[in-house]
């Protein structure tokens, strides 16, 4: 169980966590980029180049072709991997919360100083 332990302590760090989703939301996100420029952009500037150019048949050639749907494929595994990263997140938050100790009641001496010093705050 020490291990265990110290392994919860390890993943609760803050940067640890936030670190270890940046770099999934990145690759992610990278993955929504690449597909961007190379099923969209780049048949879109081509397409006018390769007209321009006289070449028959430019509708026919797959590289020409733009690619909506695997653009909004990687947009969608995108959205499906940041919900799943905010549950992972939203879990460990709730381990966090549940391992911090309440907070100790206040001692006989700190309520004693306390009520001195409400009294003293009603005096003119």
Do not use: C, Q
């Not at 940041?82 to 100790?101: C, D, M, Q, R, T």
């Amino acid at each position: 169980m020490g291990m265990l332990k110290e392994f919860k302590d390890f993943v609760m760090r803050g940067n640890v966590l936030d670190l270890a989703v940046a770099v999934v939301i990145g690759a992610a996100f990278g993955a929504i980029v690449s597909s961007l420029v190379e099923h969209v952009i780049t048949p879109l500037l081509l397409a006018p180049a390769l007209k321009a150019a006289n070449l028959d048949n430019i509708d026919k050639l797959a590289w020409g072709a733009v690619k909506y749907g695997s653009f909004l494929s990687a947009t969608i595994k995108f959205i499906i991997i940041a919900f799943i990263l905010f549950l992972i997140v939203k879990f460990f938050k709730s381990l966090e919360k549940k391992s911090v100790p309440p907070a100790a009641a206040p001692s006989s001496t700190e309520k004693l100083l306390a009520d001195i010093l409400d009294e003293l705050k009603k005096r003119p």
